[in-house]
Structures are given as structure tokens and as C-alpha cells.
């Protein structure tokens, strides 16, 4: 069956720190894959898409970027982080291809201090 | 441009009576549609589909209605237990979009 993992659980980092969150997805090949924010009261927002190594599609310009060094792993990122950018951070996984459900990690809660 | 709207923010509900979560949405091109459920501190869940050539799907105790005509569609939980409280997501694709577009989010909490 497939995982996805996130980590770390919790970040908190001061305003002008770098980021560096990583998703891994097992049992599955080519998946595509997605960084999703949800911020306080919100609801969720694409803020970046995968459909293969290298192929990165950015739904939200902003401070944060996204790559995919390998077929499994996702890493989303910033150089100097905002107090904006608080939230709780998601990534997920689809089939390639004749599928449209979508399946979330656990989560990563970043606090901006 | 929010094109999948939840407008109830919230919705409390007697255990064992009817949950009805509602969503709307204004792209006419989407054609499948998803409800996820959300604790807190968690990912969310997929809870069932409906695809548009359909305007009904069913499975357990959820049930989802589409109408395609009021680009409309409502969760149905019947009976609703203690255990549905959580955050309720509609969300829509295209086909070929490979995306969704998500609702905010309407936090259903049952009370015993």
C-alpha cells in the first residue's frame, strides 16, 4: 500500500531563516505530487504541482519554492522566510494519470516567530 | 476568483439526525468533484466522489448530490455520529488538469 511522509511535524523558525520541508511518497511509482498551505482559518492552497522529476508548476507566486530531485520526493523551500508564510503545510499525491482523488500527508506546522 | 465556495463556515448537528454540508462552484468545466474530511493537526482524507455524468453517489452513511444546473453539490451524513466532527472539504478537477480546486472548509461538529 502506499505512505506518504512529511517532515518534521513542527517548525518554528525566526523571520529571515531559510526552510526546508520534505514529503517522500512508498509504494507508488510516478506519482504526481502537490505542496498545499493552509493558513489559519483558511481553506487549502495549491502552491505547487509535480507531474514528474523536475517539473515544477507554481500555482501562487510568493516566497517559497518547490523541487523534485527524485521520482518519490518532493521538497518545498525558502531562502528567507515571512511571518506570512505561518501555517500548516501539506503535501499530497495522485495517481498519474485516470484519477483525480488526491492523498494528503500528515502535515507540517510552521510558526514564523 | 474563489471557484468552489462553501458559505457555511460552520454547521452544528444533533447525533443521529442529518448532516447536509453544501458547496458551490462557478467553473461549468469541472467534472468530477471530492469531499475530504479533516481533523485538526492532520491531512485530510478522501471521503467519496461524484463524477458529473452522475447525480448521485453513495457509500455507507455519506452520500453526495450533484446538480449540475445549479453547480451545486451537497454531502448528505446519515445518521451523523460524534465521530464526523471534523473540517469538510468539497473540492473540484478538471479533466486532464491533474489539480483540484479547493472549498474553505466547513467544520461540522455533532453534538451527543
Known amino acids: 500500500s502506499q505512505t506518504i511522509h512529511q517532515w518534521p511535524a513542527t517548525l518554528v523558525q525566526p523571520v529571515g531563516s531559510p526552510l526546508s520541508l520534505e514529503c517522500t511518497v512508498e509504494g507508488t511509482s510516478n506519482p504526481n505530487l502537490y505542496w498545499y498551505r493552509q493558513a489559519a482559518g483558511r481553506g487549502l492552497q495549491l502552491l505547487f504541482y509535480?507531474?514528474?522529476?523536475?517539473?515544477i508548476s507554481s500555482e501562487v507566486p510568493q516566497n517559497l519554492s518547490a523541487s523534485r530531485p527524485q521520482d518519490r520526493q518532493f521538497i518545498l523551500s525558502s531562502k528567507k522566510l515571512l511571518l506570512s508564510d505561518s501555517g500548516f503545510y501539506l503535501c499530497a499525491w495522485s495517481l498519474r494519470t485516470d484519477s483525480y482523488e488526491q492523498y494528503f500527508g500528515p502535515g507540517t506546522r510552521l510558526t514564523v516567530t | 476568483d474563489q471557484q468552489v465556495k462553501q458559505n457555511s463556515p460552520s454547521l452544528s448537528v444533533q447525533e443521529g439526525r442529518i448532516s447536509i454540508l453544501n458547496c458551490d462552484y462557478t467553473?461549468?468545466?469541472?467534472?468530477?468533484f471530492l469531499w475530504y474530511k479533516k481533523y485538526p493537526a492532520e491531512g485530510p482524507t478522501f471521503l467519496i466522489s461524484i463524477s458529473s455524468i452522475k447525480d448521485k453517489n453513495e457509500d455507507g452513511r455519506f452520500t453526495v448530490f450533484l446538480n449540475k444546473s445549479a453547480k451545486h453539490l451537497s454531502l448528505h451524513i446519515v445518521p451523523s455520529q460524534p465521530g464526523d466532527s471534523a473540517v469538510y472539504f468539497c473540492?473540484?478537477?478538471?479533466?486532464?488538469?491533474?489539480?483540484?480546486?479547493f472549498g474553505q472548509g466547513t467544520r461540522l461538529t455533532i453534538n451527543p
Open positions: 509535480s507531474v514528474g522529476i523536475g517539473q
Open positions: 473540492a473540484a478537477s478538471i479533466q486532464g488538469a491533474q489539480k483540484l480546486v
Open positions: 467553473n461549468s468545466m469541472f467534472d468530477y
